[in-house]
């Protein structure tokens, strides 16, 4: 049975396959909206560009993730193009307990997962317009080399073919638009009497509402 989440803060889990713009969103979501926080995940995968130990993700040795594994430290962990990933428990439910909406970037088994731990968690996949474009989206980055672009492709039918168990979905044409319908769900799951219940709690006590 799944856990009762009782924490004042709500929990997103956001999937995509590679080159959906999940990324690109959820960063756009976070600048408008300070209340929404990220959950940095650990990964075995060396750093991109820019990319920074503890901001984008925990870099970890196998050695490293493989003594987390044993410990049970990770709520989910999977192995993803080649690498693993993994969700801390314990960084979720600290900042949800202080208040935090948190919001997770993770692929579709980590997100199935997730559910499983956390039963309130809300799960939204972003789909691209068309095949041609998510292809036309991994080449203009110009990070993976061809190989690479025909395994993400690969990947993304098997991911998309879960779209089915998400509570939402967002198809990324237009990102404006796209951002709109991830800031509706956010602010929508906000307004359920579940999670204003938990937020409010006091306000609830005050007017006598179990």
């Known amino acids: ?4 989440m009782d924490y004042p803060g709500n929990l ?5 396959p590679s080159g959906a713009g999940k990324s690109s969103l959820v960063r756009a979501l976070m600048e408008l909206d ?7 995940s650990h990964t075995t995968r060396a750093p991109r560009g820019q990319e920074k130990h503890g901001r984008e993700y925990f870099f970890a040795s196998d050695a490293e993730f493989d003594a987390m594994v044993l410990s ?5 962990w999977a192995h993803v193009h080649n690498h693993r990933y993994g969700t801390s428990k314990k960084a979720i439910e600290e900042r949800m307990a202080q208040g935090a909406d948190v919001i997770l970037e993770i692929d579709f ?3 199935l997962q997730i559910r499983k731990v956390f039963a309130n968690a809300v799960s939204i996949f972003i789909l691209p317009p068309s095949w041609e474009e998510l292809r036309a989206r991994l080449e203009r980055r110009g990070e993976d080399a061809p190989d690479v672009i025909e395994m993400r492709l690969q990947n993304a039918a098997i991911e998309v073919a879960q779209v089915h168990q ?4 967002i198809i990324n044409e237009l990102f404006d638009r796209a951002l709109f319908d991830l800031k509706a769900i956010i602010h929508s799951q906000r307004l359920k009497f579940s999670a204003q219940r938990r937020a409010r709690a006091e306000t609830f006590k005050a007017l006598n509402i179990p």
Do not use: K, L
């Open 166 to 169: 998400f509570d939402f979905v």
């Open 109 to 111: 088994q980590g997100a």
């Open 72 to 76: 049970n430290a990770f709520v989910e």
């Open 1 to 4: 049975m799944p856990a009762a």
């Open 12 to 16: 997103f889990v956001v999937a995509a």
């Open 34 to 40: 300070s209340h929404v926080q990220p959950s940095v």
